[in-house]
């Protein structure tokens, strides 16, 4: 599967439109994972800092861990995975798994996202196990042929309770990833700030991808519950 094929139907390849293909070979096949490209992406690697804000962080960050949106300890050197399988969602709309297990000491922990094309074209990524926060995503290629990812605007809903997540309570994205042609790895880079609160929580670290037919998503894979709001 080379990368010019996988541009055809991706998700991602529709976002970025003719960004896509500015970014460097082995990037457009791992963001090229879709039904019809006949591929998903497992990536695993070791993430060499895991890293947190000040104390006052880590409630916030425990009540993530609830919803495996984010991780409330730090490490080094942690062995971790992320699985990108595609599938289509009880409503039919072509959706990409985003789901990292990092190995900590004491737990393995989990951060969830489950990426879909939003009906005006942007790429809407539902955080957590139960889907209950839609972050819109932006996504760049950079001159070096890395991806920048920035987070949006972010909408919270459960049940019929609908609303615009406040940015104060809540943080800002910016993902990072390149391929390193010398030593044949992925590296990634996330920080999220506060726009009052600074920075909240951020990994760097490096893996190797394999690219299997997408057969059946393994269940633990998927969200409890799926949402419909964009």
């Known amino acids: 599967m080379t990368a010019a094929t996988s541009t055809v139907t991706s998700v991602f390849a529709r976002a970025m439109g003719e960004d896509f293909a500015r970014m460097h070979p082995m990037l457009q096949r791992r963001f090229?994972?879709?039904?019809?490209?006949?591929?998903?992406?497992?990536?695993?690697?070791?993430?060499?800092?895991?890293?947190?804000g000040p104390w006052w962080t880590v409630p916030?960050?425990?009540?993530?861990?609830?919803r495996s949106i984010l991780v409330p300890e730090t490490g080094t050197d942690v062995p971790f995975t992320i699985e990108n399988h595609p599938y289509l969602d009880p409503f039919g709309r072509?959706?990409?798994?985003?789901?990292?297990?990092?190995?900590?000491?004491?737990?393995?922990?989990?951060?969830?996202?489950?990426?879909?094309?939003?009906?005006?074209g942007r790429l809407v990524d539902y955080l957590g196990s139960h889907q209950h926060l839609a972050v819109d995503l932006e996504l760049t290629a950079e001159p070096d042929g890395s991806l920048l990812l920035r987070s949006g605007a972010q909408r919270f809903y459960e049940g019929p309770l609908a609303f615009r997540f406040p940015m104060l309570f809540s943080g800002r994205a910016e993902l990072r990833e390149s391929f390193d042609?010398?030593?044949?790895?992925?590296?990634?880079?996330?920080?999220?700030?506060?726009?009052a609160f600074g920075f909240l929580f951020g990994y760097e670290g490096e893996f190797r991808c394999e690219f299997p037919s997408p057969e059946a998503v393994p269940a633990h894979l998927l969200p409890v519950r799926h949402e419909r709001r964009e």
């Open 32 to 52: 090229g994972v879709g039904l019809a490209a006949g591929y998903a992406c497992v990536g695993r690697g070791t993430m060499t800092r895991i890293r947190r």
């Open 60 to 66: 916030f960050l425990q009540l993530g861990r609830f």
């Open 94 to 120: 072509e959706t990409v798994t985003f789901v990292r297990h990092f190995r900590m000491p004491r737990a393995v922990r989990r951060f969830d996202a489950t990426m879909i094309l939003g009906a005006d």
């Open 181 to 195: 042609d010398d030593a044949q790895v992925f590296r990634i880079r996330l920080e999220v700030h506060n726009r």
